[in-house]
């Protein structure tokens, strides 16, 4: 801002204070807020109290207004990078599916657990187990590769199953 004299700063000040309702219906109607224009004028009148100095001013009224509307414009920039209400309920209510620290670890030491349970496993059954779970193979296909019948693929399944639910089991019981 250009220095003012504190001549200046007075008659600002006098203009702001005398003619507080025309500059303020005058400025609600270019701003279209009432409340935009009383808050920029407040804001003006508190800068024209700093101790800064203001050099001549030809048209004070101009001077004040257009003090007035800079200020306006400057806060609407800063409140656009804000958030609005429904915006902020909306980050507020929103559920963060992401597992807490706890949780991961908890999850990471049952991953190692099952992968013991799965090492105690027969090969066979093992490998059985992996190309049905993992790999998604179909049952009829595990049966040829290993030679055995569609049966006997399922009832080891359920064998690799029920050791691994009964040491996943031992394991939530000492916890």
Not at 92 to 105: G, I, M, Q, T, Y
Not at 129 to 139: D, G, K, M, Q, T
Request: with cysteine.
């Amino acid at each position: 801002m250009p220095a003012v004299s504190e001549a200046s700063r007075v008659t600002l000040q006098k203009l702001l204070l005398s003619g507080y309702v025309g500059l303020a219906e005058w400025l609600a109607r270019r701003l279209g807020s009432p409340e935009l224009a009383q808050d920029a004028l407040h804001e003006t009148y508190l800068r024209l109290q700093r101790d800064v100095e203001i050099g001549p001013v030809q048209n004070p009224k101009a001077y004040l207004l257009r003090m007035a509307l800079n200020i306006a414009s400057n806060r609407r920039k800063s409140e656009k990078r804000l958030l609005s209400v429904g915006e902020t309920e909306a980050l507020l209510s929103f559920v963060d599916e992401a597992p807490d620290p706890a949780r991961s670890a908890e999850a990471r030491s049952e991953m190692q657990a099952l992968v013991r349970a799965l090492e105690e496993l027969p090969l066979r059954r093992r490998q059985i187990f992996l190309a049905s779970w993992v790999e998604e193979i179909p049952h009829q296909e595990i049966a040829s590769r290993f030679g055995i019948t569609i049966r006997t693929v399922q009832i080891e399944l359920k064998d690799a199953l029920e050791h691994c639910a009964q040491r996943l089991k031992k394991r939530k019981f000492r916890s």
